[in-house]
């Protein structure tokens, strides 16, 4: 705060924090806090609200955890976020790397381009496309059948159609905080650490790791909350047996018309990634003006 007013002076700099204020305020606070209010409540009938039923209640939190499907639903989700989140690290460290330390300026650039281009296209139409690459009689059975790996097509949609779909989708908020944070890094030290024998495996364990730690902490929860959130990809590219925790708080939205359970297991869903952050903030040792940067 005293770094804001110092750069831009007491009147644009108190005019900023006004704006920040009122923004978390009404975007933040009051969203959950009526949320909150929604979750500790009964779902009552208009004529009942005020009456003797409308008292606060855990019944809406405690529902969750007694219905053995949600349930394995909710902890299912846990688990296909963080197997999203792994397998889009494993994919976007290497590209990061190659961009900031092995490719020409021109290649980078090349790359970037080739990779922000599609995301240019609305979500729901780059799912679509998955839908269509997946499907039984799609393009990739039809490569496949040629190539004559497998003999039949072979029905994608499910866990692993859900899966392909949210590292597509969420693989530039791994990619960009990690190449950012290696570019930083100097590569004499690599040069170095390479010069007196040390491995790539031991060079990336020892040196870029460490340094684009930060980089790496920010991708993963960037990609672990968009996953746990995320709704189109598990609606079009799900099967019955793959549902997300997303669809069942739709579904109490608006097919069930019980926004209070919804707002309990949308309050469980936030508390979970809140979780996480802290998680891998501590695991990764970085603090949040880290992960700012």
Same mark, same amino acid.
């Given at each position: 705060?005293?770094?804001?007013?110092?750069?831009?002076?007491? +009147?644009? &700099?108190?005019? !900023?924090?006004? %704006?920040?204020?009122?923004?978390?305020? +009404?975007?933040?606070?009051?969203?959950?806090?009526?949320?909150?209010?929604?979750?500790?409540?009964?779902?009552?009938?208009? $004529?009942?609200?005020? &009456?003797?039923?409308?008292?606060?209640?855990?019944?809406?939190?405690?529902?969750?955890?007694?219905?053995?499907?949600?349930? *394995? !639903?909710?902890?299912?989700? @846990?688990?296909? $976020?963080?197997?999203?989140?792994?397998?889009?690290?494993?994919?976007?460290?290497? #590209?990061?790397?190659?961009?900031?330390?092995?490719?020409?300026?021109?290649?980078?650039?090349?790359?970037?381009? *080739?990779?922000?281009?599609?995301?240019?296209?609305? /979500?729901? #139409?780059?799912?679509?496309?998955?839908?269509?690459?997946?499907?039984?009689?799609?393009?990739?059975?039809?490569?496949?059948?040629?190539?004559?790996?497998?003999?039949?097509?072979?029905?994608?949609? +499910?866990?692993?159609?859900?899966?392909?779909?949210?590292?597509?989708?969420?693989? %530039?908020?791994?990619?960009?905080?990690?190449?950012?944070?290696?570019?930083?890094? /100097?590569?004499?030290?690599?040069?170095?650490?390479?010069? #007196?024998?040390?491995?790539?495996?031991?060079?990336?364990?020892?040196?870029? !790791?460490?340094?684009?730690?930060?980089?790496?902490?920010?991708?993963? @929860?960037?990609?672990?909350?968009?996953?746990?959130? $995320?709704?189109?990809?598990?609606?079009?590219?799900?099967?019955?047996?793959?549902?997300?925790?997303?669809?069942?708080?739709?579904?109490?939205?608006?097919?069930?018309?019980?926004?209070?359970? +919804?707002? *309990?297991?949308?309050?469980?869903? %936030?508390?979970?990634?809140?979780?996480?952050? %802290?998680?891998?903030?501590?695991?990764?040792?970085?603090?949040?003006?880290?992960? *700012?940067?």
């Amino acid at each position: 705060m005293a770094e804001l007013i110092r750069r831009f002076g007491p +009147g644009l &700099g108190g005019v !900023i924090l006004i %704006l920040v204020a009122l923004w978390i305020v +009404g975007m933040v606070l009051a969203p959950n806090l009526m949320m909150l209010n929604f979750s500790l409540k009964p779902n009552l009938f208009p $004529s009942e609200i005020g &009456g003797p039923k409308d008292q606060y209640t855990l019944l809406n939190y405690t529902a969750l955890f007694s219905d053995p499907v949600h349930r *394995a !639903i909710f902890l299912k989700t @846990v688990w296909g $976020s963080a197997l999203v989140t792994a397998i889009t690290l494993a994919v976007t460290y290497p #590209l990061a790397f190659w961009m900031a330390k092995v490719a020409s300026v021109r290649g980078a650039r090349a790359m970037l381009i *080739a990779l922000i281009i599609p995301f240019w296209i609305n /979500e729901v #139409l780059r799912t679509l496309a998955w839908y269509i690459l997946l499907a039984f009689n799609g393009p990739l059975n039809i490569f496949l059948q040629t190539l004559g790996i497998i003999d039949q097509p072979v029905r994608w949609f +499910g866990d692993t159609g859900v899966l392909a779909g949210m590292v597509y989708a969420y693989i %530039l908020f791994m990619l960009f905080p990690i190449y950012n944070s290696i570019s930083t890094l /100097e590569t004499a030290q690599i040069d170095a650490a390479r010069d #007196l024998g040390a491995s790539t495996l031991r060079i990336h364990r020892r040196i870029v !790791i460490p340094h684009a730690k930060a980089g790496i902490a920010t991708g993963c @929860v960037f990609t672990f909350m968009l996953a746990a959130g $995320s709704y189109v990809a598990p609606a079009l590219l799900g099967s019955p047996g793959s549902r997300w925790f997303t669809e069942i708080i739709y579904n109490w939205f608006f097919e069930g018309g019980n926004w209070n359970r +919804g707002a *309990a297991y949308a309050l469980i869903l %936030l508390v979970l990634c809140m979780a996480v952050v %802290l998680a891998a903030l501590r695991l990764f040792r970085v603090n949040l003006a880290d992960v *700012a940067k």
